[in-house]
Nanobody, 123 residues
Framework: QVQLVESGGGLVQAGGSLRLSCTAS????????MGWYRQAPGKERELVAT???????NYADSVKGRFTISRDNAKNTVYLQMNSLKPEDTAVYYC?????????????????WGKGTLVTVSS
């Protein structure tokens, strides 16, 4: 099986910083794109940032200039550095990754999700 585990969530005051990490483990042959999503209570899950294998990034307008996504391919890990946090950033943050498992063809790669980590930004 393949598993993604997030860490680094917590409580922080507005204007503060936090770094989230997500590590993939299991019978992994290749990890393609990785990303971070978030979901606030009563709202739809939304894209925060994505990063390709080669390091190309994409950000939601609401976090552009404040958040930075990065990855360490040797560690099967994706990071989200969050600076200048605002109360509206409060949400459960989920990582995901498009992963090809050992023993299957690349056509059968699929997206896996972590269980999420809570980020709470106080006023």
């Amino acid at each position: 099986q393949v598993q993604l585990v997030e860490s680094g969530g917590g409580l922080v005051q507005a204007g503060g910083s936090l770094r989230l990490s997500c590590t993939a483990s299991g019978s992994i042959f290749r990890i393609n794109a990785m990303g971070w999503y978030r979901q606030a209570p009563g709202k739809e899950r939304e894209l925060v940032a994505t990063i390709t294998t080669g390091g190309s990034t994409n950000y939601a307008d609401s976090v552009k200039g404040r958040f930075t996504i990065s990855r360490d391919n040797a560690k099967n890990t994706v990071y989200l550095q969050m600076n200048s946090l605002k109360p509206e950033d409060t949400a459960v943050y989920y990582c995901n990754a498009n992963i090809q498992r050992v023993g299957v063809g690349e056509y059968y790669a699929r997206v896996y999700w972590g269980k999420g980590t809570l980020v709470t930004v106080s006023s």
